[in-house]
């Protein structure tokens, strides 16, 4: 990743980098700590192999995660935040903060119905 690849708009890029619904909660599990592959996976519930692969794939070429291989049988791969991907956590407290108060809106409106 390059300067020219990204968007001018600062808000843009911030969703280029974690746009997908999928790179949020990842980020969400890694702001606890180190996590394998295994872990992440079922943290996340539903999230395919496949989508996981491609998304800490991207995460790691953007910077916001580091892969750790470790060289023994059976292999042991390892998934920690950067500082980059730490600096996420204001917005990740916000995204869930908003969540929050928006499902207390809505039970709030279900009352009144």
């Not at 702001?31 to 996981?52: D, H, P, Y």
């Not at 491609?54 to 892969?67: D, P, Q, V």
């Amino acid at each position: 990743m390059n300067s020219k690849d990204l968007p001018k708009c600062p808000v843009e890029t911030t969703l280029k980098m974690t746009g997908c619904k999928w790179k949020v909660l990842i980020i969400k599990e890694l702001l606890n700590g180190t996590m394998r592959f295994c872990e992440i996976k079922k943290a996340l519930g539903s999230i395919t192999q496949k989508v996981l692969t491609s998304n800490l794939r991207e995460m790691e070429e953007a910077g916001l995660i580091i892969r750790k291989v470790y060289e023994q049988t059976p292999p042991k791969v390892e998934y920690s935040l950067t500082d980059v991907g730490y600096s996420l956590r204001p917005v990740i407290e916000v995204l869930r903060s908003w969540g929050k108060d928006y499902k207390k809106y809505i039970k709030l409106l279900e009352k009144m119905n």
